[in-house]
């Protein structure tokens, strides 16, 4: 186990926070995610970091793994243009991970707070949510209200809003 992931369940220790834990191959995909976590309950998640033109605002962005994000859109709704997708070394320095292992947990990594979180509000109807421990090699079931609580504690800005997004064809 790796620091990444060790640190996902001393975090979730502390906080009294249970989960269920599901070891799988690694995968680099939501795709290849499902041919492994398929069956588990709750809603499945994809994970996208991204930036703004100049570099100096990144953003976290939970949502349920069916859709497509609107990047141009996104950029709307949170009143900055031509957000981008960041670059796997702005991951590494801000979140310590790399494209495959991101996740919401990826902001315990970020010791400064500089990363704010936006969770697309359909995760809100759901009981339970499914996640990777900062690795690609495992896929955690916790429940929405403690995700909530996490980010509470995490220290990082963040919200919920409604994407608007297209379904995938």
């Given at each position: ?59 976290l ?65 759901e ?29 990082n ?13």
């Open positions: 186990m790796d620091d990444n992931e060790k640190k996902v369940y001393e975090v979730l220790e502390k906080l009294h926070i249970d989960y269920e834990k599901h070891d799988h191959p690694a995968v680099f995909t939501c795709r290849e995610a499902d041919i492994y976590t398929s069956g588990l309950k709750g809603v499945h998640t994809k994970n996208l970091f991204l930036r703004n033109r100049k570099g100096n605002s990144h953003y962005v939970v949502m349920c793994e069916d859709k497509v994000l609107d990047v141009k859109s996104f950029g709307e709704i949170i009143s900055e243009k031509n957000i981008s997708f960041a670059s796997p070394e702005r991951m590494m320095k801000y979140l310590k991970l790399t494209p495959g292992s991101v996740s919401i947990f990826g902001i315990i990594n970020d010791t400064e707070h500089s990363v704010m979180v936006y969770v697309d509000e359909d995760i809100m109807k009981e339970f949510i499914n996640s990777h421990p900062n690795v690609n090699t495992s896929t955690l079931v916790i429940k929405v209200s403690d995700m909530m609580r996490f980010l509470e504690e995490s220290g800005r963040y919200q919920t809003i409604s994407l608007k997004i297209a379904q995938k064809p």
